[in-house]
């Protein structure tokens, strides 16, 4: 997606955004693939880290406000389904785990 920003494409990865956030406007997360074999496996929680390059690429603000809500909905993804607790320190930690909680193939 960098590379495209660099290579004056923002049109095409505006595009891709608003693919990725119609799968999680969809699923609640960006499957591995738009098949149904994949939809309990996730890509990583790239999305707003990508619509931050975006945005600080383009000032395209009114696409992140437009945005905001299913943004949100991905993190609800993540920190409602892929969260494992840690201690160290005598401290209690929450931290987002990429897994799959399934074991089988795809």
């Known amino acids: 997606m960098e590379g495209l920003l660099l290579s004056e494409m923002p049109q095409t990865v505006k595009g891709m955004l608003q693919n990725f956030l119609e799968l ?60 494992v607790s840690v201690s160290s320190g005598g401290k209690s930690y929450v931290l987002n785990h990429y897994a799959v909680p399934y074991g089988g193939p795809r």
């Open 24 to 83: 999680v406007r969809i699923y609640g997360h960006v499957p591995n693939g738009a098949r149904v074999y994949y939809l309990q496996r996730s890509q990583p929680p790239l999305l707003t880290l990508m619509m931050d390059r975006y945005v600080s690429h383009t000032n395209d603000t009114a696409f992140l406000r437009d945005s905001i809500g299913t943004l949100a909905l991905e993190l609800d993804f993540w920190t409602q389904n892929r969260t």
